[in-house]
């Protein structure tokens, strides 16, 4: 039997667990036979180089930022904030990072994401330019965490994120620790 979690009292069956991140638990779900969604839970376990204060409210507010500023991102469906669990739309594909690591990324991606860069740095906003956070579905780059913090140079893309999306010695070093 495969383990189920609710969400407002909607019953979603546990496909696949999608990764963990400092904020919570994503898996791959489904509800009564319907769609794939991603279904997170929060989690309260310390990270030590990254402060937090209510992740869900965190969360919530940040996609609501993200979603103003125009970021491709999927939707969110359903929060529960009894449970600390969000529905989101599940964007399918390859990630960035498996792109990288396969030698197959288009130079659309980077492109998709220095455009977003372009709507951001305006904003005030820096997101997590981890190649793990973004999804190419249908030639379209989705952005697919919901974390973003004030913008800060140090953090920016050209001086942090780009470090991860080729083959560099920092992404290589990141591949051979997390196999």
Excluded at 32 to 40: H, I, R, S, Y
Excluded at 65 to 73: A, E, H, N, T, V
Excluded at 151 to 179: C, I, R
Aim: with cysteine.
């Amino acid at each position: 039997m495969k383990e189920t979690m609710t969400v407002n009292g909607r019953g979603y069956v546990l496909l696949k667990l999608l990764g963990k991140g400092k904020g919570g638990y994503s898996w791959l779900a489904q509800a009564d036979g319907g769609a794939a969604v991603v279904l997170k839970q929060i989690h309260h376990e310390p990270c030590d180089y990254y402060q937090f204060g209510d992740k869900l409210a965190a969360e919530l507010a940040d996609y609501q930022r993200l979603k103003d500023i125009g970021i491709p991102m999927p939707e969110m469906l359903d929060v529960d904030r009894e449970y600390e669990r969000i529905v989101k739309e599940y964007i399918e594909g390859e990630t960035v990072y498996d792109m990288v690591l396969h030698d197959r990324l288009p130079e659309t991606c980077l492109a998709q994401v220095r455009a977003m860069c372009d709507k951001l740095y305006p904003a005030g906003t820096n997101i997590d330019y981890f190649p793990t956070n973004f999804i190419l579905q249908d030639s379209v780059l989705y952005y697919v965490d919901y974390e973003c913090n004030h913008y800060m140079d140090e953090w920016n893309f050209e001086n942090w994120g780009v470090k991860y999306w080729s083959k560099t010695p920092e992404f290589l070093q990141y591949a051979a620790e997390h196999p």
